[in-house]
Structures are given as structure tokens and as C-alpha cells.
């Protein structure tokens, strides 16, 4: 295998607009006008991503005659929504081993709902037109190292227990599909999980739910959610909305129940696009499946194929900001890109000419349970979901109905689920969080050095209930 060079790496970036490629679109929509004055309501969604729209489209086929304002800081989807990889999964657990491992008792149960979720998102993108690329593609969990392999082997053995439709496939059969010098094997899940247009997925919710009869406005940060006579209000910069609900979608911004916030800690994640490959390109690495993959390591890259036959190349690189402070200059990082750039060419020796036309990265809402967590505020007239730790795609729709069932006072089946009813631990408060942030990174780092070994520090941390792999 040729040998990788940091000359070479950094050659192939030198092209590379500093902005997400889903969002350097020309078919982008207009903005929504900004909220000024007041307004009034029954339910007032704040954030504009999948959380907020979701919630925002499906209270209106609840209620057609329900009365809904969303306000978003800044433009639809421009956050984690529009510039993740676009791996929308069933799972709302973030996998079957963290599933498995928290909830052991309702995992079935949260399986079947994560399904019939995923199959709900396919059927929305049929009826409301909504043309985000999407495709039931399945994706592969990918071994790189040895111990990897056999922790894959387990997996399917345990999900074969819980009748999961995953398939192990040897060296030779994960070659046939996607062509790594790297892969020694993989977990090919045929069908839970597709891929889309992350950004065009969201401009397409907002239509739809501008059609329904939700009222949108963008550039609109919403702050002082509290009360106001008999109803709630939150302030804008030109005006105020009352509404008689709240439900609330910020995910990595800072809650507006305060009480919340440490229960969420800000992670940046980066990625890379590259230039549409030729078909000489594609043939030389196979892929003619299109699934998503990802390989095992605990530093863990994800990649796709786009609709014009680009690679996106993202992961690795999760970096808590010092203090947990979230700024814009922070969603460049040259450093994770050369290194996303090395280890690209060292999976795919095949496409050492290729060069990368996108370089990109923002903040994701991480909990201690690496899956959402849910709960309502003002006597259960505000409702709240967050924490989705990058496999929000999905979750949010389901995220969006356990909202909507609290808010409406309902018992049912997702809101008798221990999932909704605890929360994850709270993360310490500064410095403290930091520190241990850092360790629980250089361990994980570590047991990718050693085979998978856990040290002292992550054995604490599974018996604490953290059980960070990720």
C-alpha cells in the first residue's frame, strides 16, 4: 500500500470551501421573514431543525385547527439538520448495544417503534413530495482491527436473539461490497437505516408545514421563556409570542428550561465532501450497493455516497470545547481536516487523486446516554427532547410524537417507555466536565491502541452508567 503523505493530504483540501455541502445549494429557499410585534398561538416550536419541524408538521396533522408558530435563530436547517452526514437509522437508541445495554427489558419494544418510525419518515417524503435524495440503502458497520471484528461477530449473534435483520459478512464478502484494504470484516444492516439530503430533507418539512398552516419565521432567536397571565410567552429581538404550549427543539443551544442544560454538553464533529467520483473511480472501490458505513473504532469515521456520486467523509474528531462554549470559528478546524484527509486515502488507496470541494463541521448535542431524553416544563405546558448525539435523523419524528403526547397530557405507548420517563445523568459543571471529557477521549483513543481494552477510568464509567463508546 502506497504510503500516505501529509503533503499529498493537504493537497487535496486546497480547494475546499469552508462551508457544509448540503447548504451550498442554488435551490435553497428564501428566508422567512423575521417575527416582529407580537404573536399569539396554542403552540409555539422553537428551532427549525428536524426536532422543531417534525413537531411542528405533526401537531398540524393532529390538529389541522391548531394555531402553530415556529421560530428558528437563524435559517432552517442550518445547524446539525442541514450539515450531518444524512444517516437517517431506525434505531432510537443509538444502536442495539446501547439499547440493549439501558433499557434491556423495553429494547423489543423500542426496536418496533424505532421501525415503524423509519418506515413513517419514508412514507412523509412520498406524500409530502419532499425530494431529499432518499434511499433505503442499509449501512455496514465496518471492522478495521481484529478485536473489532469479533466484537461485530457478537453483536450479530446478539441481535439474532432479538430477531434483528443484521448479517456478518467475512473479509471477502464486505470487500465485495465496498472495496477497502482496511475492512476485515462487517455488520451489514439491510434495512434499518437509509440514506438522504440532510438540508433538503428539512427545506422540504418546512414547506410542508407552511402549507399545513404553520407560520414560520427565521432569524428569530426566542429567549425568557416564563409565563404571562395565563399563557406562556418567549421574546424575540423585534417582539414576543404567547402561546398556550411551548414545545421546545434546540438541541446544542442552550435550553430555555434552565434546569435542563446539564443534562447536554456541545461535541464538534467535522467532515469532508469530495468532487463527484468518475466511473472509473467507482469501479475501482465497488460500492454498488450505496449503503452508509462506518467503521468500529471508538474515534469512528462515517461515510456515504451522494446522489451525484461524491464520498462524504466525516467523524473521527469529536472535540469538546473548553468550557463547553460554542462559537462559530470553531466549526473550522484545519488540524481534523488534514487528518480526515489522511485517513481518507489510507481507506482508499484507489482514490489518491481525488479531491475534496466541502470541509465543514458544528456542534451536536451529546448526553451521558448517547440517545434523546425527554420531559416537560411550566405544569406540562412546555415539553422538551434532546441529546440525540448525532443519530437525531431519525429520532427527531419519534422525538417530535413524545412531545406532542406530553404536551397533550396522553398516556401512551412511547410515554410509558423508562426511556421517556428518566433522564440521563447530568454532566458535572465546569471544570470538572472538561477534565473528564478529556480522559474519558484519551481512553477511548487508548483502547483503540490496545485492542479494544478498557481501562480503569471507562470500567468507572460503565458502572457508573455513562458507558461512553463513542
Known amino acids: 500500500m502506497t504510503a500516505v503523505t501529509t503533503k499529498d493530504a493537504a493537497r487535496s483540501l486546497a480547494e475546499a470551501e469552508p462551508r457544509p455541502y448540503w447548504l451550498d445549494d442554488p435551490g435553497r429557499p428564501d428566508p422567512e421573514p423575521a417575527l416582529t410585534g407580537d404573536e399569539s398561538c396554542d403552540l409555539l ?7 422543531g419541524l417534525w413537531t411542528a408538521l405533526l401537531a398540524k396533522e393532529r390538529d389541522p385547527g391548531r394555531d402553530v408558530v415556529l421560530i428558528e435563530g437563524d435559517r432552517i436547517g442550518w445547524a446539525a439538520s442541514g450539515r450531518n452526514g444524512g444517516f437517517c437509522a431506525a434505531s432510537l437508541t443509538h444502536g442495539a448495544a446501547n439499547g440493549l445495554a439501558r433499557w434491556p427489558d423495553e429494547f423489543d419494544t423500542l426496536q418496533r417503534l424505532g421501525a415503524r418510525n423509519l418506515d413513517a419518515i419514508e412514507e412523509a417524503v412520498a406524500r409530502y413530495g419532499i425530494d431529499c435524495d432518499f434511499e433505503r440503502t442499509g449501512e455496514i458497520d465496518v471492522a ?92 424575540t429581538p423585534y417582539g414576543r409570542v404567547t402561546a398556550r404550549q411551548v414545545a421546545l427543539g434546540t438541541n446544542a443551544f442552550p435550553s430555555l428550561v434552565r434546569r435542563t442544560r446539564p443534562y447536554t454538553v456541545p461535541v464538534y464533529d467535522y467532515a469532508l465532501m469530495t ?25 469512528f469515521h462515517y461515510f456515504r455516497l451522494t446522489a451525484d456520486n461524491r464520498i462524504l467523509w466525516g467523524g473521527y474528531d ?5 468550557g463547553g462554549r460554542m462559537r462559530a470559528e470553531y466549526d473550522q478546524r484545519p488540524a481534523t481536516f488534514l487528518r480526515l484527509a489522511e485517513h481518507f486515502r489510507t481507506c482508499f488507496p484507489q482514490l489518491a487523486d481525488v479531491r475534496f470541494t466541502h470541509a465543514w463541521g458544528g456542534a451536536i448535542d451529546t448526553c451521558s446516554r448517547f440517545s434523546a431524553f425527554f420531559g416537560t416544563a411550566h405544569g406540562g405546558r412546555t415539553a422538551y427532547a434532546a441529546g440525540y448525539t448525532g443519530l437525531g435523523v431519525g429520532a427527531t419524528r419519534f422525538g417530535a410524537e413524545v412531545m406532542l403526547d406530553l404536551l397533550a397530557g396522553e398516556e401512551t405507548e412511547r410515554t410509558r417507555l423508562e426511556m421517556v420517563r428518566r433522564k440521563p445523568l447530568p454532566f458535572p459543571p465546569e471544570p470538572l466536565a472538561t477534565v473528564g471529557i478529556g480522559l474519558t477521549q484519551w481512553s477511548l483513543a487508548r483502547a483503540d491502541r490496545t485492542g479494544g481494552r478498557r481501562n480503569l477510568w471507562l470500567k468507572a464509567m460503565d458502572r457508573a452508567g455513562l458507558g461512553f463508546d463513542s
Open 45 to 51: 416550536v422553537v428551532g427549525g431543525g428536524y426536532s
Open 144 to 235: 478495521t482491527a481484529p478485536h473489532q471484528y469479533e466484537e461485530l461477530r457478537e453483536a450479530a449473534a446478539q441481535g439474532a436473539e432479538h430477531g434483528l435483520d443484521v448479517t456478518l459478512l467475512d473479509r471477502d464478502q464486505v470487500r465485495a461490497e465496498v472495496d477497502s484494504p482496511t475492512f476485515l470484516g462487517g455488520l451489514y444492516d439491510r434495512h434499518g437505516v437509509a440514506m438522504l439530503h440532510p438540508a433538503k430533507l428539512a427545506w422540504g418539512l418546512a414547506r410542508a408545514a407552511k402549507e399545513a398552516g404553520v407560520r414560520i419565521h427565521e432569524r428569530t432567536p426566542g429567549s425568557d421563556l416564563g409565563r404571562h397571565g395565563t399563557a406562556l410567552a418567549v421574546r
Open 275 to 299: 468532487e463527484p467520483l468518475t466511473d472509473e473511480q467507482r469501479a475501482a472501490i465497488g460500492w454498488k450497493g450505496r449503503q452508509g458505513l462506518s467503521d468500529s473504532a471508538n474515534h
Open 318 to 322: 469529536a472535540v469538546y470545547p473548553r
